[in-house]
């Protein structure tokens, strides 16, 4: 009885283990179906910022060459909030098929020692795809500002603390960091403006109801080449082909400073590696093309197309990176 017993469990065993095991079979060969079959619909693409800015600008030159390549609509929307958050939050919590992806920015890596309450982890909860460009981030002034230069605008600031104003696309952002190093290597007090995009900030600015802004190099590019806005300085350790004749803050007097941002293409953690291949395998095609190239030269941009683990690893240094620097100056959400 005791032998006919334990026949009868191994033999139960067995099929379940050979049950389990065809049903591992069928659904890997369901992904990979899928996957050979992907795109067959169309692409969600999410900004977290408002139309006009570079998030979104870059989002859209590339969601057009990718749906060119893929044969699919790529269908920019833009979820702006909280400082990018809400348009990672929507993405983060999305089915994990390759058909909504994120915009992400180095905005999220600063989010995340900013923002206490985030119901995603930007390193766990989505898979980076590839990095799409690096672009500068630019210190520019209203023309009613009195100075032509850095060292004329800390005097400024220092004189009246608190008195001149910059924008920036929300708390925790890169703009916001950079504006807040800014101060604390110029020893000076501005304050601080936030908002929920470029196209509102940009928009402000230029009509003087701010006096500065750090944003990306972007958005007020055509505004200094038509006198609009005046340039002081980009915030990289290298000038901006675009504005060559804009010296970096390093050279206008504050030692060390060298922060820019950088924009890349995520999915929801779970998406299939097969997607996600995929999807590099394309991006960096685009990405090196001489043609994308030379439409990024025009809007301050330097593309990039590196791998996913390359992406992933930029995450995790600028996170680390970000949150020694949220600290000592002392970034909060209001």
């Excluded at 390759?98 to 600063?110: E, F, K, Q």
């Excluded at 960091?177 to 110029?186: D, P, S």
């Amino acid at each position: 009885m005791k032998l006919a017993k334990k026949t009868l469990r191994a033999t139960l065993t067995a099929a379940l283990c050979a049950t389990g095991l065809s049903f591992a079979a069928v659904a890997q060969a369901q992904a990979q179906a899928q996957a050979q079959n992907y795109p067959a619909k169309p692409i969600n693409l999410i900004v977290p910022f408002p139309a006009g800015g570079t998030t979104d600008v870059l989002a859209r030159a590339l969601g057009q060459e990718l749906s060119k390549t893929l044969g699919q609509s790529v269908i920019v929307e833009n979820k702006p909030g909280a400082g990018a958050t809400l348009g990672a939050d929507y993405v983060a919590k999305a089915t994990p098929d390759g058909y909504t992806l994120l915009m992400g920015a180095v905005h999220h890596t600063i989010a995340s020692s900013v923002y206490p309450n985030l119901q995603y982890d930007f390193q766990k909860s989505f898979v980076p795809v590839t990095t799409v460009a690096l672009v500068p981030n630019i210190l520019v002034v209203n023309p009613k500002v009195p100075a032509q230069d850095v060292q004329a605008l800390l005097d400024l600031a220092r004189k009246s603390p608190g008195k001149l104003t910059f924008g920036s696309n929300g708390v925790g952002t890169g703009q916001h960091l950079i504006g807040a190093q800014f101060q604390a290597l110029g020893d000076a007090t501005l304050l601080h403006v936030p908002y929920k995009g470029s196209g509102p900030l940009t928009t402000d600015l230029l009509g003087g109801q701010i006096d500065m802004s750090f944003d990306t190099i972007t958005p007020v590019l055509p505004h200094v080449k038509s006198g609009k806005l005046r340039a002081l300085a980009v915030t990289t350790d290298q000038r901006s082909a675009a504005l060559p004749d804009v010296p970096t803050l390093q050279e206008a007097g504050l030692k060390g400073f060298n922060m820019g941002t950088w924009f890349g293409l995520l999915a929801p953690a779970g998406t299939p590696p097969d997607v996600v291949s995929k999807l590099n395998t394309e991006l960096v095609k685009i990405l090196k093309s001489p043609e994308f190239g030379h439409r990024m030269a025009e809007i301050g941009a330097v593309p990039i197309g590196d791998s996913s683990a390359e992406m992933a690893q930029r995450i995790k240094t600028d996170t680390d990176t970000y949150a020694k620097l949220v600290k000592e100056a002392n970034v909060k959400v209001n």
